[in-house]
Protein backbone atom coordinates (compact mmCIF):
# COMPACT_ATOMS: atom_id res chain seq x y z
CA UNK A 1 0.00 0.00 0.00
CA UNK A 2 2.76 2.48 0.79
CA UNK A 3 4.51 1.84 -2.65
CA UNK A 4 1.13 2.08 -4.24
CA UNK A 5 0.47 5.48 -2.60
CA UNK A 6 4.79 6.63 -3.17
CA UNK A 7 4.37 5.76 -6.94
CA UNK A 8 1.13 7.87 -7.36
CA UNK A 9 2.88 10.86 -5.80
CA UNK A 10 6.22 10.52 -7.67
CA UNK A 11 4.38 10.22 -10.87
CA UNK A 12 2.24 13.22 -10.09
CA UNK A 13 5.72 15.34 -9.34
CA UNK A 14 7.46 14.03 -12.02
CA UNK A 15 4.59 14.78 -14.25
CA UNK A 16 4.21 18.74 -12.71
CA UNK A 17 7.93 18.95 -12.67
CA UNK A 18 7.90 18.44 -16.78
CA UNK A 19 4.78 20.45 -16.97
CA UNK A 20 6.60 23.56 -15.17
CA UNK A 21 9.70 22.95 -17.24
CA UNK A 22 8.33 22.82 -20.73
CA UNK A 23 6.35 26.12 -19.85
CA UNK A 24 9.06 28.70 -21.65
CA UNK A 25 9.44 26.35 -24.85
CA UNK A 26 5.77 25.60 -25.08
CA UNK A 27 4.93 29.59 -24.91
CA UNK A 28 7.83 31.01 -26.52
CA UNK A 29 5.97 33.55 -27.95
CA UNK A 30 5.90 35.19 -24.50
CA UNK A 31 9.32 33.68 -23.27
CA UNK A 32 11.11 35.82 -26.35
CA UNK A 33 10.00 39.24 -24.71
CA UNK A 34 10.15 39.07 -21.12
CA UNK A 35 13.38 38.02 -21.49
CA UNK A 36 14.51 40.59 -23.63
CA UNK A 37 12.64 42.88 -21.34
CA UNK A 38 14.38 41.26 -18.67
CA UNK A 39 18.03 41.76 -19.69
CA UNK A 40 17.61 45.51 -20.52
CA UNK A 41 16.13 46.04 -17.01
CA UNK A 42 18.43 44.16 -15.05
CA UNK A 43 21.30 45.02 -17.75
CA UNK A 44 20.49 48.45 -16.89
CA UNK A 45 20.82 48.22 -12.50
CA UNK A 46 24.00 45.23 -12.65
CA UNK A 47 26.70 44.75 -14.59
CA UNK A 48 26.05 40.85 -16.47
CA UNK A 49 29.52 41.62 -18.37
CA UNK A 50 30.65 38.17 -16.74
CA UNK A 51 27.92 35.77 -18.13
CA UNK A 52 29.64 36.45 -21.62
CA UNK A 53 32.42 33.62 -20.27
CA UNK A 54 29.88 30.99 -20.19
CA UNK A 55 28.14 31.77 -23.64
CA UNK A 56 30.17 29.07 -25.99
CA UNK A 57 29.17 26.05 -24.00
CA UNK A 58 25.79 27.20 -23.15
CA UNK A 59 25.50 27.26 -26.66
CA UNK A 60 26.97 23.91 -27.36
CA UNK A 61 24.54 22.45 -24.83
CA UNK A 62 21.68 24.46 -26.06
CA UNK A 63 21.68 22.88 -30.03
CA UNK A 64 22.72 19.01 -28.15
CA UNK A 65 19.46 18.25 -27.51
CA UNK A 66 18.01 19.49 -30.94
CA UNK A 67 20.51 16.73 -32.78
CA UNK A 68 19.36 13.74 -30.53
CA UNK A 69 17.34 11.69 -32.48
CA UNK A 70 18.56 13.07 -36.11
CA UNK A 71 19.60 10.46 -38.68
CA UNK A 72 22.59 11.16 -41.31
CA UNK A 73 20.88 8.37 -43.09
CA UNK A 74 18.20 10.92 -44.32
CA UNK A 75 21.08 12.71 -46.53
CA UNK A 76 21.26 9.98 -48.85
CA UNK A 77 17.69 9.24 -49.71
CA UNK A 78 16.78 10.00 -52.74
CA UNK A 79 12.82 9.97 -52.83
CA UNK A 80 12.40 13.36 -52.55
CA UNK A 81 15.52 14.79 -54.61
CA UNK A 82 13.22 17.39 -56.20
CA UNK A 83 12.28 18.65 -53.31
CA UNK A 84 15.52 18.72 -51.77
CA UNK A 85 16.74 20.68 -54.63
CA UNK A 86 14.33 23.08 -55.17
CA UNK A 87 15.02 23.83 -51.15
CA UNK A 88 18.69 24.11 -51.77
CA UNK A 89 18.01 26.60 -54.32
CA UNK A 90 15.28 28.94 -52.06
CA UNK A 91 17.46 28.22 -49.15
CA UNK A 92 21.19 29.02 -50.11
CA UNK A 93 20.45 31.35 -53.16
CA UNK A 94 16.79 33.21 -52.99
CA UNK A 95 17.16 33.64 -49.11
CA UNK A 96 20.83 34.90 -48.60
CA UNK A 97 20.17 37.50 -51.97
CA UNK A 98 16.72 38.78 -50.36
CA UNK A 99 18.82 39.16 -47.10
CA UNK A 100 21.65 40.60 -49.10
CA UNK A 101 19.36 43.35 -50.26
CA UNK A 102 17.84 43.95 -47.01
CA UNK A 103 21.03 44.34 -45.53
CA UNK A 104 22.78 46.46 -48.02
CA UNK A 105 19.20 48.99 -48.22
CA UNK A 106 18.86 49.36 -44.23
CA UNK A 107 21.90 48.23 -42.46
CA UNK A 108 24.94 48.91 -44.47
CA UNK A 109 25.64 51.67 -41.52
CA UNK A 110 24.84 48.75 -38.62
CA UNK A 111 27.06 45.82 -39.71
CA UNK A 112 26.73 43.88 -36.85
CA UNK A 113 22.74 43.81 -37.65
CA UNK A 114 24.26 43.06 -40.86
CA UNK A 115 25.86 39.79 -39.52
CA UNK A 116 23.12 38.53 -37.47
CA UNK A 117 20.83 38.76 -40.38
CA UNK A 118 23.25 36.98 -42.61
CA UNK A 119 23.28 34.18 -40.07
CA UNK A 120 19.86 33.97 -40.24
CA UNK A 121 19.29 33.67 -43.90
CA UNK A 122 21.92 30.57 -44.41
CA UNK A 123 21.31 28.39 -41.83
CA UNK A 124 17.63 26.96 -42.63
CA UNK A 125 15.38 24.57 -40.63
CA UNK A 126 14.82 23.17 -37.18
CA UNK A 127 12.98 20.88 -35.09
CA UNK A 128 9.96 22.66 -35.44
CA UNK A 129 10.12 22.78 -38.75
CA UNK A 130 8.63 18.95 -38.59
CA UNK A 131 6.32 20.20 -35.64
CA UNK A 132 4.65 22.42 -37.88
CA UNK A 133 4.37 20.50 -40.75
CA UNK A 134 2.94 17.65 -38.85
CA UNK A 135 0.24 20.05 -37.51
CA UNK A 136 -0.24 21.41 -41.16
CA UNK A 137 -0.22 17.60 -42.41
CA UNK A 138 2.17 18.04 -44.76
CA UNK A 139 4.78 15.68 -45.99
CA UNK A 140 6.87 14.68 -42.60
CA UNK A 141 9.48 12.15 -44.03
CA UNK A 142 10.66 14.79 -46.55
CA UNK A 143 10.23 17.96 -43.62
CA UNK A 144 12.79 15.11 -41.96
CA UNK A 145 15.14 15.05 -44.65
CA UNK A 146 14.79 18.73 -45.54
CA UNK A 147 15.91 19.02 -41.82
CA UNK A 148 19.11 17.00 -41.70
CA UNK A 149 20.43 18.64 -45.30
CA UNK A 150 19.48 22.15 -45.06
CA UNK A 151 21.46 21.72 -41.34
CA UNK A 152 24.63 20.00 -42.77
CA UNK A 153 25.13 22.11 -45.79
CA UNK A 154 24.37 25.16 -44.55
CA UNK A 155 27.03 24.31 -41.92
CA UNK A 156 29.54 24.23 -44.37
CA UNK A 157 28.43 27.25 -46.40
CA UNK A 158 27.82 29.74 -43.78
CA UNK A 159 31.33 30.59 -43.16
CA UNK A 160 31.78 31.56 -47.04
CA UNK A 161 28.53 33.04 -47.23
CA UNK A 162 29.05 34.98 -44.20
CA UNK A 163 32.71 36.22 -45.88
CA UNK A 164 30.68 37.43 -49.65
CA UNK A 165 28.11 39.20 -47.64
CA UNK A 166 29.03 41.00 -44.69
CA UNK A 167 32.89 40.87 -45.49
CA UNK A 168 32.81 44.67 -46.90
CA UNK A 169 31.35 46.08 -44.30
CA UNK A 170 32.55 43.56 -41.15
CA UNK A 171 35.78 41.81 -40.39
CA UNK A 172 35.48 37.97 -40.76
CA UNK A 173 38.03 35.70 -39.51
CA UNK A 174 37.03 32.62 -41.20
CA UNK A 175 38.95 30.67 -39.27
CA UNK A 176 37.31 31.99 -35.89
CA UNK A 177 34.03 30.99 -37.87
CA UNK A 178 34.82 27.61 -38.90
CA UNK A 179 35.66 26.97 -35.18
CA UNK A 180 32.43 28.37 -34.05
CA UNK A 181 30.89 26.31 -36.63
CA UNK A 182 33.01 22.96 -35.67
CA UNK A 183 31.64 23.62 -32.18
CA UNK A 184 28.28 24.94 -31.92
CA UNK A 185 27.05 22.62 -34.47
CA UNK A 186 29.27 19.46 -35.42
CA UNK A 187 30.04 18.72 -31.76
CA UNK A 188 26.66 18.80 -30.78
CA UNK A 189 25.83 16.85 -33.92
CA UNK A 190 28.19 13.91 -33.60
CA UNK A 191 27.32 13.72 -29.37
CA UNK A 192 23.79 13.83 -30.76
CA UNK A 193 24.40 10.67 -32.80
CA UNK A 194 26.45 9.18 -29.98
CA UNK A 195 23.40 9.50 -27.39
CA UNK A 196 20.86 8.68 -29.60
CA UNK A 197 22.19 5.67 -30.71
CA UNK A 198 23.36 4.50 -27.15
CA UNK A 199 19.56 4.80 -26.42
CA UNK A 200 18.43 2.75 -28.42
CA UNK A 201 20.33 -0.38 -27.11
CA UNK A 202 18.63 0.22 -24.08
CA UNK A 203 15.04 1.66 -24.98
CA UNK A 204 12.58 0.74 -27.99
CA UNK A 205 12.53 3.60 -30.65
CA UNK A 206 8.98 4.45 -30.13
CA UNK A 207 9.95 5.12 -26.20
CA UNK A 208 12.72 7.47 -27.25
CA UNK A 209 9.77 9.04 -29.58
CA UNK A 210 6.87 9.06 -27.12
CA UNK A 211 8.63 10.15 -23.52
CA UNK A 212 12.26 11.28 -24.42
CA UNK A 213 12.33 13.54 -27.82
CA UNK A 214 9.05 15.82 -26.85
CA UNK A 215 11.16 16.98 -23.67
CA UNK A 216 14.62 17.73 -25.08
CA UNK A 217 13.62 21.13 -26.51
CA UNK A 218 12.80 21.82 -23.26
CA UNK A 219 16.69 21.88 -22.05
CA UNK A 220 17.29 24.27 -25.77
CA UNK A 221 14.52 26.95 -24.62
CA UNK A 222 16.91 27.27 -21.11
CA UNK A 223 20.09 28.00 -23.08
CA UNK A 224 18.03 30.27 -25.41
CA UNK A 225 16.81 32.07 -22.47
CA UNK A 226 20.51 32.36 -21.28
CA UNK A 227 22.05 33.95 -24.55
CA UNK A 228 19.53 36.19 -25.25
CA UNK A 229 19.27 37.32 -21.46
CA UNK A 230 23.42 37.76 -21.50
CA UNK A 231 23.00 39.65 -25.04
CA UNK A 232 20.71 42.03 -23.86
CA UNK A 233 21.84 42.81 -20.61
CA UNK A 234 25.01 43.27 -21.31
CA UNK A 235 24.50 45.94 -24.11
CA UNK A 236 21.27 47.09 -22.21
CA UNK A 237 22.50 51.00 -21.38
CA UNK A 238 23.81 51.43 -25.71
CA UNK A 239 20.03 49.70 -26.78
CA UNK A 240 18.39 52.38 -24.47
CA UNK A 241 20.50 55.08 -26.09
CA UNK A 242 20.58 53.44 -29.68
CA UNK A 243 16.55 52.53 -29.56
CA UNK A 244 15.98 53.14 -33.23
CA UNK A 245 18.66 50.38 -34.14
CA UNK A 246 15.81 47.89 -32.10
CA UNK A 247 13.44 49.99 -34.28
CA UNK A 248 15.26 49.08 -37.40
CA UNK A 249 16.07 45.50 -37.05
CA UNK A 250 12.45 44.98 -36.32
CA UNK A 251 11.20 46.36 -39.57
CA UNK A 252 13.93 44.40 -41.69
CA UNK A 253 13.07 41.44 -40.04
CA UNK A 254 9.23 41.78 -40.62
CA UNK A 255 10.13 42.69 -44.98
CA UNK A 256 12.55 39.37 -44.78
CA UNK A 257 10.15 37.09 -43.25
CA UNK A 258 7.24 38.47 -45.47
CA UNK A 259 9.66 37.88 -48.46
CA UNK A 260 10.55 34.42 -48.14
CA UNK A 261 7.10 33.15 -46.77
CA UNK A 262 5.77 34.14 -49.52
CA UNK A 263 8.03 33.29 -52.13
CA UNK A 264 8.17 29.73 -50.57
CA UNK A 265 4.51 29.33 -51.01
CA UNK A 266 3.99 30.38 -54.69
CA UNK A 267 6.92 27.87 -55.72
CA UNK A 268 5.39 25.17 -53.44
CA UNK A 269 1.70 26.14 -54.40
CA UNK A 270 2.97 26.42 -58.38
CA UNK A 271 4.83 23.08 -58.75
CA UNK A 272 4.38 20.66 -55.84
CA UNK A 273 1.48 18.68 -54.03
CA UNK A 274 -0.25 20.49 -51.18
CA UNK A 275 1.42 18.04 -48.85
CA UNK A 276 5.12 19.01 -50.24
CA UNK A 277 4.07 22.66 -50.71
CA UNK A 278 3.83 22.47 -46.56
CA UNK A 279 7.27 20.66 -46.51
CA UNK A 280 9.00 23.25 -48.50
CA UNK A 281 7.47 26.63 -47.55
CA UNK A 282 8.42 25.35 -43.75
CA UNK A 283 11.62 24.11 -44.99
CA UNK A 284 12.56 27.10 -46.22
CA UNK A 285 10.83 29.92 -44.59
CA UNK A 286 11.97 28.78 -40.63
CA UNK A 287 15.23 29.31 -40.00
CA UNK A 288 17.33 27.56 -37.14
CA UNK A 289 17.30 29.86 -34.36
CA UNK A 290 18.91 28.12 -31.79
CA UNK A 291 21.97 27.65 -34.11
CA UNK A 292 22.19 31.00 -35.08
CA UNK A 293 22.24 32.82 -31.79
CA UNK A 294 24.98 30.84 -30.53
CA UNK A 295 27.04 31.46 -34.00
CA UNK A 296 26.22 35.21 -33.66
CA UNK A 297 26.72 35.87 -29.98
CA UNK A 298 29.90 33.91 -29.94
CA UNK A 299 31.24 35.37 -33.56
CA UNK A 300 29.92 38.49 -33.85
CA UNK A 301 28.76 39.77 -30.39
CA UNK A 302 25.20 41.41 -28.95
CA UNK A 303 24.15 43.06 -31.76
CA UNK A 304 23.91 40.63 -34.40
CA UNK A 305 22.81 38.07 -31.41
CA UNK A 306 19.80 40.70 -31.14
CA UNK A 307 18.30 40.29 -34.21
CA UNK A 308 18.69 36.54 -34.61
CA UNK A 309 17.15 37.02 -31.17
CA UNK A 310 14.63 39.15 -32.36
CA UNK A 311 13.62 36.71 -34.55
CA UNK A 312 11.65 34.57 -32.24
CA UNK A 313 9.22 37.00 -32.15
CA UNK A 314 8.17 36.72 -36.11
CA UNK A 315 9.13 33.11 -37.07
CA UNK A 316 6.63 31.38 -35.01
CA UNK A 317 3.33 33.23 -35.86
CA UNK A 318 4.58 33.85 -39.55
CA UNK A 319 4.80 29.46 -39.28
CA UNK A 320 1.07 29.60 -37.55
CA UNK A 321 -0.65 31.67 -39.83
CA UNK A 322 0.57 29.85 -42.98
CA UNK A 323 -0.81 27.21 -41.29
CA UNK A 324 -4.33 28.78 -40.85
CA UNK A 325 -4.00 29.91 -44.82
CA UNK A 326 -3.26 26.73 -45.62
CA UNK A 327 -5.44 24.54 -44.22
CA UNK A 328 -8.56 27.48 -44.60
CA UNK A 329 -7.51 27.27 -49.04
CA UNK A 330 -8.73 23.39 -48.53
Given at each position: ???????T??GIF??T?????MI?NRN?VYT?P????SG???G?L????GL?????I??I?M?????I?L?I??I?NL????L?????????I????IA??????????????F????I???L???T???AF?L????NV???L??T??????????APW??L?????F??ID??Q??QT???VI???LI????TYY?????IPE????EK????????????M?YI??T??S???N?I??D????L???????????A?F?L????????????NCI?L??G??L??L?????L?????GA??ALMV????L??Q???V???R???K??
Amino acid sequence: MQNSHYNTYRGIFVSTFWKIFMIPNRNIVYTVPLTILSGLIVGLLFDTSGLRDYVLIVSILMVYPLMIGLKISEIFNLKYIKLINTSLLINFISIPLIAYLLGFMFLRNQPELFAGLAIIALLPTGTMTVAFTLIAKGNVPASLQLTVVGLVIGAILAPWYLLVMVGQFIPIDLMQVFQTIFMVIFIPLIAGLITYYALLTKIPETTFKEKIKPKLPGFTAYGMIYIIFTSISINANRIVSDWHLLLLAVFVLFLFYIAIFSLSYFIGKRFYTRENCISLVYGTALRNLAIGLGLAVTTFGADAALMVALCFLFQQQFAVQFGRIINKSN
